[in-house]
Structures are given as C-alpha cells and as structure tokens.
C-alpha cells in the first residue's frame, strides 16, 4: 500500500516561486492615525513637504554670532560681543544681529538673522551685557541647518517599509496625522471534529477525557500574524466534512485578502482540506511541502489570493506560519522581514536530518565558560510544544545537507535569549 | 563661566546600579484573555495540572498494534494481524486489543487499551480484515506518550518571561483562559512651551513659522514603550514652568508606576524639569549620563519609582529609552529583553567617540561582492531622526573605546534588514 497522500512533495523555495506568480489580488489600503500604524506596513511612498529643521537652529546653549566676528579671538586676546536679547526654543522675535552683535539663544532655538554660527558658553565669558570671546566658531559651527535633517521633496519613507517607532515620529514631526498602510485580512480556520474552542470549556479534564482537543493553533496563529503586522480574523471551528469545508473556505476567499487553514491537512486517509480546496477549483495547488517538521502544510492559489492549508501539529503550523505564511504575506505588501536574532554556538549533539528537506530543530542556547552551545531538543515530535518553551532558539538545516556533527559551529535562530549555565 | 548644569556625568552601570536598588514599588499585576496576553510579562509561574498529550496516541495514520506481536515481521515472513476497529482522533471508543489484534488509528488518535506502537501504512499490506506486517515496531513506536510534552506538576512557564505565541499556545493547551501579567503603566509627559500636539495642527507651515515645534516625541515613546510590553498613559504637554512641572509629576508619582518625560532636562540655563525633580524629594537624582547622544538623559527615584527625564532631541529620547528606562521597566517585572538581531561588518570610515561615554552610532549597514559593511550615519546631530529611518543599524561603541578605526570589523544591532549593494 502507497503511503498516504503525498506522492510529490514541494521545495520550499518552489512553492514561493510558484505561488507568488500567481498572487493577483492585492489587500487593501486603510487610513490609520499615526499611533494604530506602528508595526504596519506602508502603502504609498511619502515625501516630505516642508524642511527638517524648518530654519537654522542652535544645538547648543549659548550665543548666536556671526561666525566671521570671532575670528582670530583667544584667551588672550578676546572679542568683545554686545549681547541684544535672549531667544529661547518656540520664540520668534524679530531680532537681527549686525557686526560686534550676539544673541543668547537655547538649544533648538531658531536663530537670529544674520548669525551664522552658535558659541558655546564654556568659550566665552559673560560681563554685564558684554561678552568675550575666548575661541574662533566657523561658520555653521553648533548650528543645524535648515533641511539638514529631511529635505523638502525627499522621499522619506517607502512603500513595504513596516513602521518602526522612529518612523512614526518622522511622520509627526511632517505634521502628518493619518498614514496610508496596507490591511492583509487573513481568515484564520482551525479544522478537525475533535478540536473543542477554550472558551467554551469548564473542565479541561473532561474535555480530554473525551479525547477531544483543545484549539490552542488558534492562539499561536492569531499572535503570530498580529506580531509580523497582519490582521487576523478568525472564523471558527469547522468540522471533518469536506462539503462544509469547502463552503466556508469559498465564503472565506470571496471575503478575505488569504486564507490560512491548521488540520485536516494530513498524511492519512483521511485528508478533508485538501479535497475541499481541490473542489474550489485552485490555480495551484501544492500539497505537502519539504519541510520538517509540517511536511503536511500545504498551500493552494485561489482567485488569486493564497490559501494556506497548515498542519494541525503545534510546531508544524508555527513553523509553516515562519516558513510558508509569512514570506508569503510580506510578498503581498512589499515588504521585507524583519532581521532576526542569530547567534553561532558549538552543537552539542550531531544532528540527523533528511536531504532535501528544510529542517527546523528546535534547541536550547546557552553560555557555559565564555562559549556558546547548542544543545538539540527535538528533531521530531511536531506536537511537542514545550520544546519551543523550554528552548530559546531553531536551527535551520537547508535541503543540501543531513544534518550536523557534534562539535560543528552553527547559527541559531533566537526565541529568547541565551540561557547562563 | 562654567559649562551649563552637568557637574559629574554618571556611567550607565552606575545608574542602573543605584536606581535599581532603589526601586520598592511593585508594579500591579492584572488577569487578562490569552490575546491580550501576547508580548506581556508573565506574573507568576505556571504550573501544568494536567498531562500533554493527556494519554498515549498516535504520531501517524496507521494500525496500534501490541508491538511484541510484531517481533520477527519480514516481508518474506509478514505477522498477521486481524484489524479490529478505526480510531479518528477525537473519538473515543472503548476498545482493547489482544494478542493477535490491531486497530487502524488517525493521526492524533488515543490509542486503545493493550496497544503500545502504532505500525505506519506502508509497513504493512491490508488484506479485507487483515494486515500482513512486513516489519517490526519497537514499544511505543510512533506514540507520543502521556505527559511527553508537558508533565503535571511541572512548572512550564515562569514569572518574568514575556508571552511569545507558542507560550500563549501552551497556555491554551492547558485549558487556561487568562493569565496573570504586570502591568507597568508608565506616565509619559513631553516638556516645552515650545511644544504643540500634532492633533491640534491645522497647517505644519503655520506651526514652523511660529518657530514652534511639534510634539513628535510622544508618538517614538508611546510606541517604544508599547513595542516593548508596557503601557504608556499620554498625560500631555507641560509648559517650561517648574511649579507647573512639579505639581504635574507629583500627581503622575502617585498614581503611575513610572514617570517619563521628554524635553526640559538640557544642559542650559534653563533646566526646568531637573529642578522640577528635584523639589520632589527624590531618593535620587542622576542628572545627565555618559552616553552620546542622550548625555542629557537624566533619572531619578521618587516614593520608590522610577522618574525618567529624557531629552528632547528625537535621537537622544529613542536610545534613552533602550538604554536607560527599559533596563529599569525590564527590572521591574523580573523580564529579560529580547535577543536582539547583530550582524558583524566592515566598518566603511573611522568613528571617533570620547572615552569614557557609551556612544551609539547610527549606521547603514549594506552587503556588497558578499562582504558586510557598516558606514557611519551620524556621530553627532541628535535631533537628525532621519538617519534612523535611512540608516538600518546601531553601532554602541563601548565606554572604554574611543572608536573604531576604518576597517575594522564591528558588531551592530541591526534596526531593518541589511541593504542590498
């Protein structure tokens, strides 16, 4: 008897390319106050309309000068400025110095016509309404200039860029109240009989008495689309019945940008999702991926949007979401990964791992006499959350290789940070 | 004259020293859904009170079997096996098998009583009610055994750590439908006359005409703080007036477990929140730190809570927060921060930083013939927010370094993913 239902299984790096060419729809674009856009990703391009700063001003305390006034000036032989008016950051006074002037001015303050340069006060020394001027200042000297920081007409930000708090400022201090950002709503399904919602339980104990199952996919997967800046809508539980299935995923594709399914998606028999999607006539269709572990994620192109059909594991579908989803998804809005932690350490234990397949091993990190380590936790067990709580990090082994020696140098991926001792 | 209001700037590990043994106010802990969990720090440990998975299943679609019956299985000399039932998970039939029987089981499946390995399909050949087994499989093969994952009694995650989506799921699989997490809630005040709301404005010209400034900094620490697990209250802007200050922060003591401003802790004359502080009794005043930019950042403890006073300079508020208040907040809740990207490059131009100060260079960080290389942004200029948004990286140059020369080969934390060429 053939094993189950994979005749061919997909290289991941097949599964982007074939899919992204046949991704043609595009999430929308929703108008967000600045505060709602942190972690979104940008939609249009957005150029700056004024000059940052919007003049010249101090970076210092001290006194505003024509720079060509101070120079030659030194300890011994000073030059002596009149002091007109004191400036603070926020005033405009129409003030304007001429030769042998000065004005006090703050930090940030904008600075008088006809001063160039900024003295600091450790370079001068005060008398009355006078002051001395200990040292020379070239010109522009404390100053920052008017469009030094953000030129008027420059593009600052770019569309895909995902908004990082520093952007968000930049787009305040334009004077820009809303921001232009991609909505990618994902309908987020769990699949299978035996799944039972957390909120409708009372007694854990005779839920798993009953050999029903807790939908705890749901939780990781809502976290992990909401963390990479996506917008998740879960729609439920649905039952082991192909018919049923594929009624909700067509409602689910008509409505959402993607669709991401967790179970049901198996090896067996007994494979509900897949024979749903097939009968939702896909653009393609690729069951079963070179992974592991989630050699059962799938994934499908309907109507041009995607389809991910994850495995029910807990590890299998949070990795698919690393692997599969996310790629995916940053795909649609142009948008890049964030950079991930790594570290290099010393694999404690060889590793075995197919070729041909991306492995992702779970494996605690930790720093013993000034070295890394990298200790495997599980190369199997794809229903074994506790390895990710317990460890703090994934080695990836790429299709070309079988996995590591004891005693080789790999790079990990961090969860968390490295554990001491 | 001497130089502004810095008598003795304070090193980092000083400051976190002295502030931390300071620090006797607890932040409150608040029970709230899983969803609301993700990214929070855990205020208790969590100890399982029930096994995972709850009983011996199946990691496969194939037949339970008692292995010992399969000892000696060849393809020349297959075991038979009369195949009694078919488990899907989720169904709980109350079967048992004896020697000589098997049952077909689905992945997830609870094994019948008797059974101790599950044969996969291709191991076998099925004959109506009939299996021929063509290889033996060892006790427990391909069954997770109860309490595999998580044990009862086990503590799985502890006090402190912030909630990732996998531990959310943990949380699930638990049948726990809260969780109790800190809540920091940290009082966030931009100081300066200067200063107006981005809400209030109708035209950004007028505002700069005006040589008045927009609040920009709020939205950089609303979303730092919020990006980093804690919650930010906006009380608003506080003009350049100590008594006004003083009578502000004092209520913000009372009632928040941090306070954090922006603005009016310069190096001039006028030091409006400093003094402002200062009135307030604190347990101690740190008034400007070594660290470039960011030298005005100041601290203080009040009533046993942290009061940060940052500067008002874009950059100098953005690398406070990192390297001043979120150490402190961290602290509080017993949390780690997260691993942060690095990536090693070749450093482009030689940086020079002033001994004795921890310096954090912005950089752009770029791949080019597969060699890394870091450029230096901006040595100074901390008002220029644009070279975080152009530049991807952070260069800290250590207090007892004064810069790299070009060449070397530096460490940066990395801000967005490395630029291509």
Redesign the interface.
């Known amino acids: 008897?053939?094993?189950?239902g994979f005749r061919e299984l997909a290289s991941l790096n097949y599964v982007m390319s074939s899919v992204k060419s046949l991704l043609k729809h595009k999430p929308r674009v929703v108008t967000v106050d600045?505060?709602e856009a942190?972690?979104r990703f940008l939609a249009e391009d957005v150029t700056a309309?004024?000059n940052?700063?919007?003049?010249n001003r101090s970076?210092?305390?001290g006194y505003a000068v024509r720079s060509i006034d101070t120079f030659g000036a030194s300890l011994s032989n000073p030059v002596i400025l009149r002091v007109k008016a004191f400036i603070?950051?926020?005033?405009?006074p129409e003030i304007e110095i001429g030769p042998g002037e000065a004005v006090e001015v703050?930090?940030?303050?904008?600075l008088p016509r006809g001063a160039d340069a900024v003295l600091?006060?450790?370079k001068?020394?005060?008398l009355g309404d006078i002051i001395e001027v200990l040292e020379p200042v070239p010109p522009y000297g404390n100053v920052?200039k008017i469009g030094?920081?953000?030129r008027e007409g420059e593009v600052?930000?770019r569309r895909g860029?995902?908004l990082?708090?520093?952007?968000?400022?930049?787009?305040?201090?334009?004077?820009l109240?809303t921001v232009n950002v991609y909505e990618v709503r994902v309908a987020v399904a769990s699949i299978?009989?035996?799944?039972v919602e957390?909120?409708n339980?009372q007694?854990?104990?005779e839920?798993?008495?009953?050999?029903?199952?807790?939908?705890?996919?749901?939780?990781?997967?809502?976290?992990?689309l909401?963390?990479s800046g996506f917008t998740p809508h879960y729609i439920g539980i649905i039952p082991?019945n192909i018919d049923e299935i594929a009624s909700r995923l067509r409602e689910a594709i008509a409505e959402y940008d993607a669709v991401l399914t967790m179970g049901g998606a198996?090896?067996?028999?007994?494979d509900y999702t897949i024979e749903a999607v097939r009968r939702l006539n896909p653009e393609i269709l690729i069951h079963g991926v070179h992974m592991r572990p989630g050699r059962a994620n799938s994934i499908a192109v309907i109507k041009g949007k995607p389809v991910f059909m994850l495995s029910?594991f807990?590890v299998a579908s949070?990795v698919g979401f690393e692997a599969l989803v996310k790629p995916i998804l940053l795909y649609m809005v142009n948008g890049?990964?964030?950079?991930?932690?790594?570290?290099k350490g010393i694999l404690t234990r060889r590793v075995n791992t197919p070729i041909n397949v991306r492995s992702y091993v779970r494996v605690r990190v930790y720093r013993k006499n000034d070295g890394i380590y990298v200790e495997p936790l599980a190369l199997t067990?794809s229903?074994?959350?506790?390895t990710?709580?317990r460890g703090n990090g994934i080695l990836i082994v790429p299709e070309d290789r079988e996995g590591y020696d004891e005693g080789d140098i790999v790079e990990v991926t961090?969860?968390?940070?490295?554990f001491e001792g």
Do not use: C, F
Request: overall charge neutral; hydrophobic content about 40%.
């Open positions: 008897m053939a094993y189950g600045l505060l942190l972690g309309h004024i940052i700063p919007p003049y970076v210092v305390d603070r950051v926020g005033e405009s703050s930090t940030g303050a904008r600091m006060y450790e001068t020394r005060r920052s030094e920081d953000i600052v930000l860029m995902r990082m708090p520093w952007d968000i400022a930049v787009l305040a201090s334009l004077g109240k299978g009989s035996e799944l957390l909120d339980i007694d854990i104990r839920v798993l008495d009953k050999n029903l199952v807790v939908n705890s996919n749901k939780y990781s997967m809502i976290a992990q909401r963390s082991d198996s090896v067996g028999k007994v029910g807990p949070i890049n990964d964030d950079p991930k932690p790594k570290i067990g229903g074994v959350l506790s990710l709580v961090l969860l968390r940070e490295v």
